[in-house]
């Protein structure tokens, strides 16, 4: 299956290749630019390279990796560098890598020349099935996560998922986080079909990875601009973008990757969903299990909650200094714009934290 449904730009591995050639033959360019961060340049822009058949010239554009590159200094960067190699209106950027290098490539191109055309080549699980997908671009303002950026999306999506290869374990976790939480707002029987995959095999994780993109694509396409059901997209993330934020802040803190923080966000919300929206507790509980079995536990000391819970004011759901959070009432049945007290939050973090339920069956 190359596309996942008549409506959908998303293609995979040879069709979708062949697809973004026909593409590139049919729009005529007068210019590519392929973005890659260091490690995707390493591992995925040869064989990338490979796949492409067109005579339009092609220029490569580097940025370094990690979550702390994604800034307005590098789009500036960037937009610099596409002006100097004679990009115009009639440019594509096609964006090679994973989140971060998608999220970025995503708003440089819509904001270059008033917007050029982009296609998405994600390389990462996470991108596969949620950064690429969607039209969300932008960059973070300092630590605080996606604070400024459009809604656009690409002309197409293409997942190679033989790039999934070249990836560290803690890699496909990170976006195995955002795979579990379709399942928990969107889709029990799913939610079941990941926690039976002890190892992840690559020809099992593809169906599963396309499942993801459906759930995430029927959300988008029924609320583009995030008015309503969109935000259930965010289960996990409120709380789980103020501990990334915090970890990315505190040099003497082991960077946390976007998935492990949004793991223990989902853990947090689902205690915050039991007590507020009697989410059921045996639920709550397995979700629990499962996270921390695949993610282990972060400590977080008091100091680190109060820095946690000072961030939440950041978060871009919040609507006239109400912090807002996705919560559930049961699996695939989210609730979104929910305020939760401080002391709901501290009470969260205690359940995380205690270590009784993890072995519990």
């Known amino acids: 299956?190359?596309?996942?449904?008549?409506?959908?730009?998303?293609?995979?591995?040879?069709?979708?290749?062949?697809?973004?050639?026909?593409?590139?033959?049919?729009?005529?360019?007068?210019?590519?630019?392929?973005?890659?961060d260091s490690n995707t340049h390493s591992h995925c822009l040869a064989p990338f390279m490979q796949n492409l058949k067109t005579d339009t010239p092609v220029e490569i554009l580097e940025i370094e990796a990690g979550e702390e590159n994604k800034t307005l200094e590098t789009c500036s960067g960037l937009w610099g560098a596409l002006s100097e190699?004679?990009?115009?209106?009639?440019?594509?950027?096609?964006?090679?890598?994973?989140?971060?290098?998608?999220?970025?490539?995503?708003?440089?191109?819509?904001?270059?020349?008033?917007?050029?055309?982009?296609?998405?080549?994600?390389t990462t699980l996470l991108a596969m099935v949620d950064a690429a997908?969607?039209?969300?671009?932008?960059?973070?303002?300092?630590?605080?996560?996606?604070?400024?950026?459009?809604?656009?999306?690409?002309?197409?999506?293409?997942?190679?998922?033989?790039?999934?290869g070249t990836l560290e374990a803690a890699e496909m976790r990170s976006g195995l986080a955002e795979m579990l939480k379709h399942g928990l707002i969107a889709d029990k029987g799913y939610w079941n079909r990941l926690n039976t995959l002890k190892n992840l095999d690559l020809d099992d994780l593809e169906g599963l990875i396309k499942e993801s993109v459906v759930i995430k694509e029927r959300v988008v396409q029924q609320d583009p601009f995030e008015k309503g059901l969109r935000k259930?997209?965010?289960?996990?993330?409120?709380?789980?973008?103020?501990?990334?934020?915090?970890?990315?802040?505190?040099?003497?803190?082991?960077?946390?990757?976007?998935?492990?923080?949004?793991?223990?966000?989902?853990?947090?919300?689902?205690?915050?969903?039991?007590?507020i929206e009697k989410f059921p507790k045996q639920d709550r509980d397995e979700i629990k299990r499962n996270i921390i079995s695949l993610y282990g536990r972060i400590d977080f000391t008091e100091e680190d909650k109060e820095k946690i819970i000072g961030l939440l004011?950041?978060?871009?759901?919040?609507?006239?200094?109400?912090?807002?959070?996705?919560?559930l009432r049961k699996i695939g049945e989210p609730i979104v714009d929910r305020e939760v007290p401080n002391s709901l939050i501290h009470e969260a973090f205690e359940y995380y934290l205690d270590p009784q339920q993890d072995e519990q069956q």
């Not at 115009?88 to 999220?103: A, C, E, Y």
């Not at 973070?140 to 604070?147: C, I, V």
């Not at 004011?313 to 919560?327: M, R, S, Y």
Request: aromatic share 10%; proline share 1%; charged share 20%.
């Open 232 to 275: 259930s997209l965010n289960f996990g993330h409120t709380l789980g973008h103020a501990i990334e934020s915090l970890f990315l802040e505190q040099k003497d803190k082991k960077k946390l990757l976007h998935g492990e923080a949004v793991a223990a966000g989902m853990v947090l919300a689902a205690y915050l969903s039991s007590e």
């Open 85 to 122: 190699l004679g990009g115009d209106r009639k440019s594509l950027l096609i964006n090679l890598g994973g989140g971060v290098v998608t999220d970025l490539g995503g708003f440089v191109a819509a904001a270059f020349k008033r917007g050029i055309s982009c296609v998405h080549f994600p």
């Open 1 to 36: 299956m190359s596309q996942i449904s008549a409506e959908s730009s998303i293609y995979f591995n040879t069709e979708g290749y062949q697809k973004f050639n026909q593409f590139l033959e049919k729009n005529r360019f007068t210019k590519i630019f392929v973005l890659v």
């Open 133 to 164: 997908l969607g039209g969300k671009n932008g960059v973070n303002l300092g630590t605080l996560k996606n604070q400024v950026g459009v809604i656009k999306n690409p002309e197409m999506v293409v997942a190679d998922t033989s790039f999934l």
């Open 313 to 327: 004011k950041f978060d871009k759901k919040n609507e006239g200094g109400k912090i807002n959070f996705v919560l």
